[in-house]
């Protein structure tokens, strides 16, 4: 049997360049959400983004994609 699906993760990233506030909004199942949390928790070098030639805090919501097979 094959399971897939999607788990949607919300974090920003400050003017520092560092992961705030990060969430899962749309959840495919419990062990599929806390490895998604799990992998963008890994991803330690971000840029921030840029307001008026000044780096400011960013939203990014990101999609992030499971398939897998039960034996």
């Known amino acids: 049997m094959t ?4 788990v949607f993760v919300r974090f920003t990233i400050d003017a520092e360049g560092k ?21 963008v928790s890994l991803l330690k070098s ?10 400011a805090a960013v939203e990014y919501n990101i999609p992030i994609m499971f398939n897998y097979t039960e034996e």
Do not use: C
């Open 19 to 39: 992961q705030q506030n990060v969430r899962v909004v749309k959840g495919f199942d419990p062990y599929a959400d806390a490895e998604a949390l799990r992998v």
């Open 46 to 55: 971000w840029t921030p983004g840029t307001k008026n030639g000044k780096p």
């Open 3 to 6: 399971e897939s699906g999607k």
